[in-house]
């Protein structure tokens, strides 16, 4: 059996991750390390939580005893574990420094020792090549970040590199677009949207809503890292993107006219700090290695619209039972 920890593996990407690959690699058997913060949800996990081949341990990734029980015992360590949101971080960025550069680096002295460690595969995101005016950031660009979020990331993406040269730990980096797709905390865009949109409630779009993100469904997220962890070079960064360039506005607008709702929702409000105005990846070195996305962008948003009007019992607890949830919505959004 290859022994694999996914850290981080109760939220978006991760659960995501996690289900996928218990149904690709009959080989592996999964730990899932998650502290449960408030984006972390067990139920994100509920199909594979009494499977075998899965073992689900609530911890910190900064707790070193705790990493270095895990990692000891790992072939495979996949680190999504972060604070994501990059609007949270601008109201506060101390979270995510100690969460994802100190925690990286607690994995990584763990990764040191681990015996039989093959892969450290260090999920980063394509925010650190900071905001792209023309063409599609390479892997070997220069790193921009712009707000505190995309800063943590790229701070521990490079320390990552920095114990592969350093140490030989094997190391490799990914720089993913924009992930959507089932299980999304409802604070990032798609989610956000489509669920105000059901309940006829205003979708607050920042600025001129004309910034624009390069869509990846989640699933094709999860194929990359499967070609990476296969044939992926250690020591190598590669960049995963969906080729889905959209404008906020033009998103927007799709998800109104799917739920059949009139466009007067949209409530343009302040625009984000610092707002980086385009992502785009140049995903050529994926391909190399015979990736490609396989979901259309207008039939996966389709179905993942679908799928948060079909699993209300997901995301209303969130949204209308959870005092946190609406606290940091009224001091986001009230008055903007
Ligand atoms: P998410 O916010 O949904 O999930 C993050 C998970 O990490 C949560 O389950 C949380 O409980 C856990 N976590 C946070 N701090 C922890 C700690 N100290 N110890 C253990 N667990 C902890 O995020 P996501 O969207 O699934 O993103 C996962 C990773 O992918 C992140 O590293 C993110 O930067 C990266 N990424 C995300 C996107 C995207 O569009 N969502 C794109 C590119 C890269
Ligand atoms: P988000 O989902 O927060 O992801 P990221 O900041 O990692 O790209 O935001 C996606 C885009 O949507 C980004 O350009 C900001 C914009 N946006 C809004 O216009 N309104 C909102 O309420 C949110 C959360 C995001």
Redesign the pocket.
Known sequence: MVEVLV??G?????SNFVRHALSAHPDWRITT?????Y??RLENLKEVLDDPRHQFVRG???DAAVARSLVARSNLVVH?????HVDRSILGAGDFIH?YVF?TFVLLEAAREAPGLRRFIQ?S?DEVYGTVTTGASRETDELKPRNPHAAS?AGADRLAYSYFATYGVPVIITR????YGPYQ?PEKVIPLFVTNAIDGQAVPLYGDGLNVRDWLHVADHCRALDVVIERGEPGEVYNVGGGNEVANLDLTRRILAALNRSEDLIRPVADRPGHDRRYCLDTTKLGGLGWRPQIDFAAGLGETISWYRQNEWWWRPIKQGDPAFQAYYSRQYEGR
């Open positions: 850290t981080g109760a939220g978006f990407i991760g390390l998650d502290k449960l913060t984006a972390g910190d990734i900064t999504f574990a972060a604070e994501t969460t925690g999920i995101t990331k993913a677009s924009n992930n905390f």
